[in-house]
């Protein structure tokens, strides 16, 4: 890391202490109860102390998002490949993802608990529901956005369909998978998260409602706390992917 | 430096086992025959575009022919047809004795960009071509750092496309163009985006490359001075709808040096050239 590149990361970071500070001295000077809201140390404290139940609780919200989230990638690649190539598909598949895209998900997860019951199969099709949309729309982008001059040169070598796609538009597109797997991964943990608040017996957001049932403030905020960490574990698990899959793209820095 | 005047005995290293042909001593039989190629543009709701009118030159095997002529006469066109890469509204191209109806996978081309993979390595980007072509042996591997060597970029293997300038890039483009020991070498504006210097290199290295392989090249460009230095014959396309305005044989002696450039026959074929191109009279 750069002594720039240090001191950018510095200023979210002083930010975020300098808030957690005003909103410790807000709760102390008002003496607001800690139900409606907690202080960041209580928060703090909490988040450490009950860890073994947050862990346990994360589990199940953990394993929602990434199989969703998988199972996105595993639908939504494909899918996108037909959008890209194929006219047909194009004019017939894709105003139909948009259209159903624009259901609101929160709406249609009751109908999801209904189908596929309280357990973490309904979770994960929440999540794959919200993660699949970018990863179709940015697969198809990448593909599309293949460079003509590298299309051309592959077909004055007499490169085969099947060439053409897994040496050529595939590594193209790579850049776009990514940034498309970045918001799904995000977008999955909230699915799930939509998916324990409707009907659910475990995850951190059946522990977050279960904790404001009990009034036990300080416990649901720590459950935020986890579900933004794995949040942002997982992003940070793919951005590790990407740096491993694309070396070229850190060639091309410096 | 690449030395172009470099004595070439029979101890020099062959190319990856391509036969040397020094452009001088190679039969001078018709390799390619372009007859009354003609190129209309479909266009939705309006009349075709043509874009040749009609073209009929021979090319020699050996021999590199440049075609040169205005911006927008249709010079990419007629590379593309001879490429097989689209189809010709009428006429006859023939190349090597077959009819040209499609990509050939002994044609090697070399387009205006580098047009590199981003994602392969300097030497991946050079194996593409055999890799489709299904034979990227070792052999292929020693041709591909064999032909690195000789552009100047031993070295640079394992580099990245984004690591490396313009002109390095076009290297890359050049080698990967060769590695499957073409028969034909296909260049459109090859050097048209690069500086003055740089492009003064590479027309050696290209003369360079073509003595020791014994390639036969068309070379498109809008250059009189590179169409000149570096062709065995210049054919000069008339302004869109292309026509063969006049074909200059240069017969200036290879290997060819950067002296060349001033020497008085070189000016009067460069004001030929000019001539037919309509700039001085
Ligand atoms: N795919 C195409 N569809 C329709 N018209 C085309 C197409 N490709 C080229 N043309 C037209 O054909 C004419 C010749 O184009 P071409 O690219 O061959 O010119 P050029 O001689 O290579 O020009 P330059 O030196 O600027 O590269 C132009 O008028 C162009 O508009
Ligand atoms: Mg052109």
Redesign the interface.
Known sequence: MTPQNLTRSLYPLVGIVVILALWQLYTWLSGISPLVLPSPMEIGSVSIKRHDLLLQQTWPTFIETVLGFALALLIGVPLAVLVANSRLFNLVLYPILVATQSIPKVAIAPIILVWFGLGISSKLALAFLVAFFPIVVDTAAGLQATPPGLLELAHALCASRRQVFFKVQMPAALPFIFAGSKVAITLAVIGAVIGEFVGSMAGLGNLVLAANSQLDGPLAWAALVWLSALGILLFAAIALVEWLMMPWERASQH | MIDSTAPRGPEQPRLGGATIVSPADSPRRAFGRFENVHKAFKRPGQTPLTAIETVTFDLQSGQLISLLGPSGCGKTTFLRIA???IPKTSGIVEINGAEVE????D?G?V?Q?P?L????TVLKNVL??V???GDADGRAVQRAAELLSLVGLSGFEH?????LSGGMQQRVALCRALVHQPKLLLMDEPFGALDELTRMEMQDLLLDIRAKTGATLMLVTHSISEAVYLSDRVAVFSPRPARIADVIAVDLPYPRRPEARYAPEFTELEHRASRALGITR
């Open positions: 490429a097989g890469l499609r990509p050939q996978p044609f081309m387009f960009q047009n993979m981003p994602w392969r593409f071509p890799e489709i072509q580099s990245y496309p984004a690591q």
